[in-house]
């Protein structure tokens, strides 16, 4: 009895002790390695990548067009010729496509400020300043929205009071910003009419605030990147001439 007893006791401190203990994490530690032109390079991998570099530089740097001048997307305070031109070319590029497939047109195109990320200078345009401009994966969809939507967008416009692209619309303000008068493709807007607006997937969904896309009539992804079109755009055209006008102004 006393030995059956030993071994029990034995056997219970032997399995208690192997029981795994639950580990907590106390704190993660770590440090700052700084990269800079003390870090000396890899000769092999440097020498493995070259063409590569080489290959990609020649293509970034080929020339497309022509630019008179510099245009920023900071012109002008409600519309710039930079925007505009951006609004161009998502028409002009992507209506044929639109067209092709639905039998219908783009009726307008909105794009938003913040996604125009770099100027067009002075002098050759290449496909590095396509990259520059539209550095993001956006693609072109056109939604058939009504046009109490349309309506939306344009409440959106005038208090956002910023140059904010857009092609077809037309909005007129006071000098105090309120909305004076606003159309679409020289018509006033109707409500119950249905429009077709192009614009990015960012912004379709929900990009920059932009909600009055959804719900809608329907949806085409034309699966063409602004930023191609823009290369596109470029090939066909020698020298670019964009202009600001009178689609969004105050009088």
Do not use: W
Not at 3 to 32: A, D, M, P, R, V
Not at 98 to 111: W, Y
Not at 122 to 137: D, K, L, N, S
Not at 166 to 185: C, M
Request: charged share 25%; proline share 3%.
């Amino acid at each position: 009895m006393r030995f059956t007893l030993l071994f029990f006791l034995l056997n219970f401190l032997f399995f208690s002790s192997c029981k795994e203990e639950k580990l907590h994490l106390i704190k993660i530690e770590g440090k700052q390695i700084k990269i800079t032109d003390s870090l000396s390079s890899n000769q092999h991998i440097e020498d493995f990548i070259k063409p590569f570099r080489e290959h990609i530089n020649k293509d970034l740097d080929s020339v497309l067009a022509y630019s008179p001048n510099t245009f920023t997307k900071d012109d002008d305070e409600l519309n710039t010729a930079l925007g505009n031109l951006m609004t161009n070319i998502v028409f002009s590029q992507g209506n044929p496509i639109f067209n092709k497939r639905t039998g219908k047109n783009i009726d307008a195109v909105v794009l938003n400020h913040g996604g125009i990320r770099a100027p067009i200078s002075e002098g050759v345009i290449t496909t590095r300043t396509a990259y520059q401009v539209m550095p993001f994966e956006n693609k072109i969809v056109v939604a058939g929205i009504k046009g109490n939507k349309v309506n939306e967008i344009v409440d959106y416009l005038v208090k956002s009071k910023r140059a904010h692209p857009f092609l077809g619309l037309k909005i007129l303000l006071d000098q105090e910003y309120n909305l004076i008068e606003a159309s679409i493709n020289g018509k006033n807007i109707d409500e119950n009419k249905t429009y077709h607006i192009a614009t990015s997937d960012y912004l379709y969904n929900s990009g920059d605030n932009m909600s009055f896309f959804k719900p809608n009539e329907s949806m085409l992804n034309l699966d063409y990147k602004i930023r191609n079109a823009m290369i596109d755009y470029f090939k066909k055209v020698d020298t670019i001439n964009p202009v600001r006008d009178d689609r969004f102004i105050r009088q």
